[in-house]
Protein backbone atom coordinates (compact mmCIF):
# COMPACT_ATOMS: atom_id res chain seq x y z
CA UNK A 1 0.00 0.00 0.00
CA UNK A 2 1.13 3.81 -0.23
CA UNK A 3 3.28 4.53 2.29
CA UNK A 4 4.29 8.53 3.28
CA UNK A 5 7.49 8.63 5.12
CA UNK A 6 9.01 11.80 7.03
CA UNK A 7 12.25 12.78 8.20
CA UNK A 8 14.03 13.08 10.52
CA UNK A 9 11.84 11.56 13.14
CA UNK A 10 13.11 14.05 15.75
CA UNK A 11 14.61 17.33 15.79
CA UNK A 12 16.09 19.30 18.42
CA UNK A 13 17.03 22.97 17.95
CA UNK A 14 17.58 26.27 19.61
CA UNK A 15 15.09 28.97 19.72
CA UNK A 16 16.39 31.02 16.39
CA UNK A 17 17.32 28.15 14.71
CA UNK A 18 15.98 26.87 11.41
CA UNK A 19 14.33 23.92 10.78
CA UNK A 20 13.08 21.40 7.57
CA UNK A 21 11.23 18.13 7.57
CA UNK A 22 11.18 16.02 4.51
CA UNK A 23 8.48 14.31 3.05
CA UNK A 24 8.16 11.72 0.29
CA UNK A 25 5.66 9.19 -1.11
CA UNK A 26 5.62 6.11 -2.93
CA UNK A 27 2.90 7.24 -5.06
CA UNK A 28 1.98 9.91 -7.16
CA UNK A 29 -0.63 12.79 -4.70
CA UNK A 30 -3.62 14.55 -5.49
CA UNK A 31 -2.44 17.22 -3.42
CA UNK A 32 -0.48 17.17 0.16
CA UNK A 33 -1.56 18.61 3.64
CA UNK A 34 0.34 19.05 6.42
CA UNK A 35 -0.85 19.79 9.88
CA UNK A 36 0.72 20.29 13.29
CA UNK A 37 -0.03 18.17 16.56
CA UNK A 38 0.48 19.87 19.86
CA UNK A 39 1.57 17.80 22.89
CA UNK A 40 -1.22 16.05 24.12
CA UNK A 41 -3.62 17.69 21.51
CA UNK A 42 -5.23 16.85 17.57
CA UNK A 43 -3.81 17.41 14.32
CA UNK A 44 -4.61 21.07 13.11
CA UNK A 45 -4.40 22.07 9.38
CA UNK A 46 -1.93 23.98 8.60
CA UNK A 47 -2.00 24.03 4.65
CA UNK A 48 -2.99 22.14 1.39
CA UNK A 49 -0.28 22.35 -1.71
CA UNK A 50 -2.02 21.00 -5.36
CA UNK A 51 -0.05 22.11 -8.09
CA UNK A 52 3.28 20.40 -8.89
CA UNK A 53 6.14 22.18 -7.71
CA UNK A 54 3.91 24.73 -5.58
CA UNK A 55 5.58 26.90 -3.10
CA UNK A 56 3.28 28.69 -0.29
CA UNK A 57 4.63 31.03 2.77
CA UNK A 58 2.43 31.34 5.77
CA UNK A 59 4.68 33.87 8.36
CA UNK A 60 8.29 31.83 9.20
CA UNK A 61 6.24 28.37 7.28
CA UNK A 62 7.52 27.93 3.93
CA UNK A 63 6.08 24.62 1.77
CA UNK A 64 6.90 22.85 -1.12
CA UNK A 65 5.30 20.49 -3.50
CA UNK A 66 7.54 18.17 -5.29
CA UNK A 67 7.35 18.36 -9.50
CA UNK A 68 6.72 14.98 -9.04
CA UNK A 69 4.00 15.09 -6.43
CA UNK A 70 5.68 12.67 -4.80
CA UNK A 71 7.45 15.03 -2.31
CA UNK A 72 7.45 17.97 0.36
CA UNK A 73 8.90 19.96 2.45
CA UNK A 74 7.97 22.49 5.44
CA UNK A 75 10.72 24.84 6.21
CA UNK A 76 10.84 26.94 9.69
CA UNK A 77 13.00 29.98 9.98
CA UNK A 78 14.05 30.83 13.11
CA UNK A 79 12.09 28.94 14.59
CA UNK A 80 10.29 29.89 18.41
CA UNK A 81 8.87 27.70 21.57
CA UNK A 82 5.50 27.93 20.00
CA UNK A 83 6.68 26.19 17.44
CA UNK A 84 7.31 22.44 19.79
CA UNK A 85 5.15 20.01 18.41
CA UNK A 86 5.11 16.86 15.81
CA UNK A 87 4.29 17.80 12.01
CA UNK A 88 2.78 15.77 9.67
CA UNK A 89 2.29 15.30 6.03
CA UNK A 90 -1.15 13.85 4.72
CA UNK A 91 -0.76 13.18 1.32
CA UNK A 92 -4.35 12.67 -0.35
CA UNK A 93 -5.37 10.12 -3.07
CA UNK A 94 -8.58 10.11 -5.01
CA UNK A 95 -9.07 6.23 -4.63
CA UNK A 96 -13.09 6.28 -5.09
CA UNK A 97 -13.03 8.28 -2.26
CA UNK A 98 -11.14 11.08 -0.92
CA UNK A 99 -8.39 9.52 1.90
CA UNK A 100 -5.50 10.78 3.52
CA UNK A 101 -2.50 9.18 4.41
CA UNK A 102 -0.55 10.65 7.23
CA UNK A 103 3.41 10.60 7.61
CA UNK A 104 5.13 9.25 10.24
CA UNK A 105 5.92 12.87 11.24
CA UNK A 106 8.60 15.14 12.26
CA UNK A 107 8.44 15.67 16.03
CA UNK A 108 10.33 19.14 17.06
CA UNK A 109 11.57 20.11 20.44
CA UNK A 110 12.17 24.16 20.33
CA UNK A 111 14.80 24.90 23.52
CA UNK A 112 14.76 28.66 24.56
CA UNK B 1 -10.58 25.59 18.19
CA UNK B 2 -12.80 23.62 15.75
CA UNK B 3 -16.65 22.54 16.02
CA UNK B 4 -15.64 19.22 16.29
CA UNK B 5 -16.60 17.23 19.11
CA UNK B 6 -15.74 13.66 21.02
CA UNK B 7 -16.70 11.67 23.75
CA UNK B 8 -16.29 10.29 25.76
CA UNK B 9 -12.78 11.95 26.42
CA UNK B 10 -10.80 9.22 28.40
CA UNK B 11 -11.80 5.05 28.50
CA UNK B 12 -10.48 1.65 29.95
CA UNK B 13 -12.04 -1.14 28.70
CA UNK B 14 -10.69 -5.16 29.06
CA UNK B 15 -9.68 -7.11 26.21
CA UNK B 16 -13.03 -8.45 24.71
CA UNK B 17 -15.42 -6.65 25.33
CA UNK B 18 -17.06 -3.43 23.00
CA UNK B 19 -16.86 0.13 22.62
CA UNK B 20 -18.60 2.71 21.21
CA UNK B 21 -17.01 6.48 20.49
CA UNK B 22 -18.67 9.35 19.21
CA UNK B 23 -18.37 12.08 16.79
CA UNK B 24 -20.48 15.54 16.51
CA UNK B 25 -18.88 16.79 13.19
CA UNK B 26 -18.37 20.74 12.39
CA UNK B 27 -21.69 22.64 11.33
CA UNK B 28 -21.61 22.69 7.30
CA UNK B 29 -19.59 19.33 7.37
CA UNK B 30 -20.95 16.65 5.85
CA UNK B 31 -18.53 13.77 6.15
CA UNK B 32 -16.62 12.30 9.05
CA UNK B 33 -13.27 10.56 8.57
CA UNK B 34 -11.94 8.43 12.03
CA UNK B 35 -8.51 7.48 12.67
CA UNK B 36 -6.60 5.70 15.00
CA UNK B 37 -2.93 7.12 16.69
CA UNK B 38 -1.21 4.92 18.20
CA UNK B 39 1.58 6.85 20.27
CA UNK B 40 3.95 7.94 18.64
CA UNK B 41 2.46 7.50 15.14
CA UNK B 42 0.55 9.29 12.80
CA UNK B 43 -2.85 9.25 12.43
CA UNK B 44 -3.86 5.62 10.27
CA UNK B 45 -6.97 5.81 8.33
CA UNK B 46 -9.98 3.54 9.25
CA UNK B 47 -12.87 4.58 7.57
CA UNK B 48 -15.04 7.40 6.41
CA UNK B 49 -18.68 8.48 6.46
CA UNK B 50 -20.68 10.33 4.15
CA UNK B 51 -24.12 10.41 3.38
CA UNK B 52 -24.53 7.92 6.35
CA UNK B 53 -23.25 5.97 4.62
CA UNK B 54 -19.43 4.21 4.14
CA UNK B 55 -18.18 5.67 1.86
CA UNK B 56 -14.15 4.09 1.89
CA UNK B 57 -12.27 2.12 4.59
CA UNK B 58 -8.72 1.58 5.42
CA UNK B 59 -6.76 -2.20 6.70
CA UNK B 60 -8.94 -2.35 9.37
CA UNK B 61 -10.97 -5.69 10.16
CA UNK B 62 -14.63 -5.71 10.25
CA UNK B 63 -14.59 -5.48 14.10
CA UNK B 64 -14.13 -1.61 13.64
CA UNK B 65 -17.36 -0.48 12.25
CA UNK B 66 -19.28 2.93 12.48
CA UNK B 67 -22.18 4.91 11.46
CA UNK B 68 -23.38 8.06 10.49
CA UNK B 69 -26.36 10.17 11.47
CA UNK B 70 -29.08 12.33 9.42
CA UNK B 71 -27.16 15.24 11.70
CA UNK B 72 -23.85 14.30 10.40
CA UNK B 73 -22.62 13.20 13.62
CA UNK B 74 -20.85 9.47 13.54
CA UNK B 75 -20.51 6.67 16.08
CA UNK B 76 -17.24 4.15 15.91
CA UNK B 77 -17.86 0.90 17.16
CA UNK B 78 -14.69 -1.61 18.25
CA UNK B 79 -15.95 -5.34 19.06
CA UNK B 80 -13.73 -7.74 20.80
CA UNK B 81 -11.21 -5.13 21.72
CA UNK B 82 -7.55 -6.42 21.71
CA UNK B 83 -4.70 -5.09 23.62
CA UNK B 84 -3.07 -3.41 20.60
CA UNK B 85 -7.16 -1.42 19.78
CA UNK B 86 -5.29 1.12 22.10
CA UNK B 87 -4.40 4.08 20.79
CA UNK B 88 -5.99 7.93 20.77
CA UNK B 89 -9.37 7.76 18.50
CA UNK B 90 -9.72 10.49 16.09
CA UNK B 91 -12.46 11.58 13.84
CA UNK B 92 -12.15 14.50 11.13
CA UNK B 93 -15.20 16.47 9.86
CA UNK B 94 -15.05 17.70 5.82
CA UNK B 95 -16.97 18.92 3.14
CA UNK B 96 -17.27 16.51 0.68
CA UNK B 97 -16.81 18.27 -2.79
CA UNK B 98 -15.05 21.56 -1.11
CA UNK B 99 -12.02 22.41 -2.98
CA UNK B 100 -9.73 22.67 0.07
CA UNK B 101 -10.85 19.16 1.87
CA UNK B 102 -9.01 20.49 4.76
CA UNK B 103 -10.18 17.92 7.91
CA UNK B 104 -11.27 19.28 11.04
CA UNK B 105 -10.31 17.16 14.01
CA UNK B 106 -11.91 16.52 17.64
CA UNK B 107 -9.94 16.46 20.19
CA UNK B 108 -9.54 12.52 20.52
CA UNK B 109 -10.82 9.82 22.88
CA UNK B 110 -7.95 8.14 24.17
CA UNK B 111 -8.86 4.47 24.65
CA UNK B 112 -6.96 2.19 26.65
CA UNK B 113 -7.97 -1.73 26.58
CA UNK B 114 -6.13 -3.80 29.78
Known amino acids: GQQVMQIPQYQHVQEGEDFTTYCNSSTTLSNIQWYKQRPGGHPVFLIQ?????EVKKQKRLTFQFGEAKKNSSLHITATQTTDVGTYFC????????????FGTGTRLLVSP | ETGVTQSPTHLIKTRGQQVTLRCSSQ?????VSWYQQALGQGPQFIFQ???????GRGNFPPRFSGLQFPNYSSELNVNALELDDSALYLCASSSMGQAAYEQYFGPGTRLTVT
Open chain 2, 27 to 31: SGHNT
Open chain 1, 49 to 53: LVKSG
Open chain 1, 90 to 101: AGLRNTGFQKLV
Open chain 2, 49 to 55: YYREEEN
